[in-house]
């Protein structure tokens, strides 16, 4: 561990004289990225240089305990060696979550799909309960969600809704959550009582900009139409809805959130270019192999994650073989005891892949 932190540290420095270079300052794009190596790196070099002192520190009371005879000076050096100790043992396990290799994208706002499955009217009215959840959720955590489109069930929640989430570390922890959810109850629509399965998908995609993901306008059919549902006096009667189809790919993006037109095609833009990041880190890791399979899934939002069973207000997480008897409260938006069960495994994961010990 020490070999890693001592390169590091050099990285540390390079990086240093590198972002100050007349080339690197000319380059937004370059700038950014060593900028925010910088910031990573520097939270570990800082730990590093603690953990090092104190390293020396346990030295020097060592070394007055072997040479020391006045018994109080012996006392103070060995309470002052528990002390260092301790220390010693908490910078050691914050240093090594520090080296688990970070998701660049966890630090971003993203974007949230929430789209009905198999189960017909009752899959809609779950994908409505589900983001409701994640609504309750963002509320908790200080976070602002805006919906950007949507399409209501015939009975009730939505065959399909997308909203944008920004705050801190919005994408570090939502994506976890992508996958589809299955749901065990008996349908509101069901007279006899019987338990029906039905279930949603969602989809979280980190928020690129337009530094990461370029998207040449050639490519895109910008299409606009009268806005639908409440929104005032602007619905229906002027052409602010934004229709965008990406050519190359096939994919269409809707917007009607705003009463403005060009603000729609900002926001269409960003779910645009989520989208087409997704496509292409699929097709990166199919180039390199078989990407190991973790057992926290790969966000792949054909992936069966969750199940709710209403009879016995049980929640499972399959990743983890996680079970808990509190269905009402999960619904409700407390999904952190998923999130951080999740985090953990995914850590040790990559702690056990990297080597370190």
Same mark, same amino acid.
């Given at each position: 561990?020490?070999?890693?932190?001592?390169?590091?540290?050099?990285?540390?420095?390079?990086?240093?004289?590198?972002?100050?270079?007349?080339?690197?300052?000319?380059?937004?794009?370059?700038?950014?990225?060593?900028?925010?190596?910088?910031?990573?790196?520097?939270?570990?070099?800082?730990?590093?240089?603690?953990?090092?002192?104190?390293?020396?520190?346990?030295?020097?009371?060592?070394?007055?305990?072997?040479?020391?005879?006045?018994?109080?000076?012996?006392?103070?050096?060995?309470?002052?060696?528990?002390?260092?100790?301790?220390?010693?043992?908490?910078?050691?396990? *914050?240093?090594?979550?520090?080296?688990?290799?970070?998701?660049?994208?966890?630090?971003?706002?993203?974007?949230?799909?929430?789209?009905?499955?198999?189960?017909?009217?009752?899959?809609?009215?779950?994908?409505?309960?589900?983001?409701?959840?994640?609504?309750?959720?963002?509320?908790?955590?200080?976070?602002?969600?805006?919906?950007?489109?949507?399409?209501?069930?015939?009975?009730?929640?939505?065959?399909?809704?997308?909203?944008?989430?920004?705050?801190?570390?919005?994408?570090?922890?939502?994506?976890? *959550?992508?996958?589809?959810?299955?749901?065990?109850?008996?349908?509101?629509?069901?007279?006899?009582?019987?338990?029906?399965?039905?279930?949603?998908?969602?989809?979280?995609?980190?928020?690129?900009?337009?530094?990461?993901?370029?998207?040449?306008?050639?490519?895109? +059919?910008?299409?606009?139409?009268?806005?639908?549902?409440?929104?005032?006096?602007?619905?229906?009667?002027?052409?602010?809805?934004?229709?965008?189809?990406?050519?190359?790919?096939?994919?269409?993006?809707?917007?009607?959130?705003?009463?403005?037109?060009?603000?729609?095609?900002?926001?269409?833009?960003?779910?645009? +270019?989520?989208?087409?990041?997704?496509?292409?880190?699929?097709?990166?890791? *199919?180039?390199?192999?078989?990407?190991?399979?973790?057992?926290?899934?790969?966000?792949?939002?054909?992936?069966?994650? +969750?199940?709710?069973?209403?009879?016995?207000?049980?929640?499972?997480?399959?990743?983890?073989?996680?079970?808990?008897?509190?269905?009402?409260?999960?619904?409700?938006?407390?999904?952190?005891?998923?999130?951080?069960?999740?985090?953990?495994? #995914?850590?040790?994961?990559?702690?056990?892949?990297?080597?370190? #010990?």
């Amino acid at each position: 561990m020490l070999d890693k932190l001592q390169a590091l540290k050099e990285r540390f420095e390079e990086v240093g004289q590198l972002i100050i270079l007349p080339d690197s300052m000319a380059d937004m794009s370059k700038y950014a990225k060593l900028t925010k190596e910088y910031k990573d790196l520097e939270k570990i070099v800082a730990a590093y240089d603690e953990y090092d002192l104190v390293l020396q520190n346990i030295d020097s009371s060592k070394a007055i305990l072997d040479k020391e005879k006045d018994p109080e000076f012996r006392e103070m050096a060995k309470l002052e060696l528990e002390d260092l100790r301790e220390r010693k043992e908490k910078l050691e396990a *914050e240093l090594k979550e520090l080296l688990i290799p970070k998701d660049p994208n966890d630090s971003k706002d993203c974007i949230l799909e929430v789209r009905a499955g198999t189960g017909g009217d009752e899959a809609a009215i779950f994908a409505g309960d589900l983001f409701r959840m994640y609504e309750r959720f963002c509320e908790m955590q200080g976070w602002k969600l805006t919906v950007l489109d949507l399409t209501f069930g015939t009975a009730g929640g939505y065959k399909e809704i997308i909203a944008t989430v920004s705050g801190a570390d919005v994408y570090g922890m939502l994506k976890y *959550e992508s996958g589809v959810h299955r749901v065990q109850r008996v349908p509101a629509t069901e007279s006899q009582g019987r338990v029906h399965t039905s279930a949603a998908s969602v989809a979280v995609l980190p928020e690129m900009d337009e530094v990461e993901v370029h998207l040449d306008m050639n490519d895109i +059919r910008k299409d606009t139409y009268c806005s639908s549902g409440p929104g005032g006096q602007s619905v229906n009667t002027t052409y602010s809805a934004v229709r965008l189809t990406h050519n190359p790919t096939g994919l269409v993006v809707t917007c009607q959130d705003e009463k403005s037109q060009i603000k729609n095609f900002e926001k269409a833009l960003k779910v645009l +270019r989520s989208r087409l990041y997704e496509i292409e880190l699929a097709k990166h890791n *199919e180039s390199v192999g078989a990407q190991r399979k973790s057992m926290v899934g790969s966000g792949d939002r054909s992936d069966k994650i +969750r199940t709710y069973n209403y009879p016995q207000s049980r929640v499972t997480d399959h990743r983890i073989n996680k079970t808990v008897y509190n269905l009402p409260e999960v619904m409700d938006g407390h999904i952190e005891e998923f999130i951080s069960a999740l985090r953990m495994a #995914e850590n040790l994961e990559k702690m056990q892949a990297g080597g370190i #010990e």
